[in-house]
């Protein structure tokens, strides 16, 4: 199976700032990533996939690049609503797997 | 507008069962691949069952033999059956649509339902 590890696990960060988060895989994965937010009670919120495409009514402050193990999640200017969860997400196949998660928390 | 909602979560004991219900608007599931997703406390979400438009469906191995994933196209719903359930399967569990670019990317989910295994 294939492992997804992000860091960093804890992100603080202010308004205005831009922020990276990394995902690395166990293998190649090309390029079918994903990236999700999640606020506490709710259900994760599709951001990004096949790596850097932008899902429909997301903001463009939010990017994603990389491929084969590694990738990253950018948000170019910190917005007080970006503060959440997130997490990568590889679908090589139907048995896909999330990463642990990043806390981005507001310094 | 799209709505999944889950219900069927609750208090069990190890070795007990439960069914889980997803209803869904907006879309019609037997259409699309359906999937439940968990996520225990503190954790990140883990992938649990796939059901295909053909009625095929595919388990993640520590739910295999246990859970049944099912749809019933009269009522727009999807199911979860969950026998055997060990401490392991406390989660919130979720139901999701898979986007039209792949399987296994959620572009749709349910609020949850939890469900929690103990004496």
């Known amino acids: 199976d294939i492992q997804m590890t992000q860091s960093p696990s804890t992100l603080s960060a202010s308004v205005g700032d831009r922020v990276t988060v990394t995902c690395r895989a166990s293998?190649?994965?090309?390029?079918?990533l994903a990236w999700y937010q999640q606020k506490p009670g709710k259900a994760p919120k599709l951001l990004i996939y096949?790596?850097?495409i932008l899902e429909s009514g997301v903001p463009s402050r939010f990017s994603g690049s990389g491929s084969g193990t590694e990738f990253t999640l950018t948000i170019s200017s910190l917005q007080p609503d970006d503060f959440a969860t997130y997490y990568c997400?590889?679908?090589?196949?139907?048995?896909?797997?999330f990463g642990q998660g990043t806390k981005l928390e507001i310094k | 507008e799209v709505q999944l909602v889950e219900s069927g979560g609750g208090l069990v004991q190890p070795g007990g069962s439960l069914r889980l219900s997803c209803a869904v608007s907006?879309?019609?599931?037997?259409?699309?691949?359906m999937s439940w997703v968990r996520q225990a406390p503190g954790k990140g979400p883990e992938w649990v069952s796939l059901?295909?438009?053909?009625?095929?469906?595919n388990y993640a191995d520590s739910v295999k033999g246990r859970f049944t994933i099912s749809t019933d196209n009269s009522k727009n719903t999807l199911f979860l059956q969950m026998d055997s359930l060990r401490a392991e399967d406390t989660a919130v569990y979720y139901c999701?649509?898979?986007?039209?670019?792949?399987?296994?990317?959620?572009?749709?989910w349910g609020q949850g339902t939890l469900v929690t295994v103990s004496s």
């Open positions: 999701a649509r898979a986007s039209l670019t792949g399987m296994a990317v959620f572009d749709y």
């Open positions: 907006g879309f019609i599931v037997s259409s699309n691949y």
């Open positions: 059901i295909y438009p053909s009625g095929k469906a």
């Open positions: 293998q190649s994965i090309s390029s079918w």
């Open positions: 096949d790596a850097s």
């Open positions: 997400q590889e679908y090589n196949t139907y048995r896909s797997a």
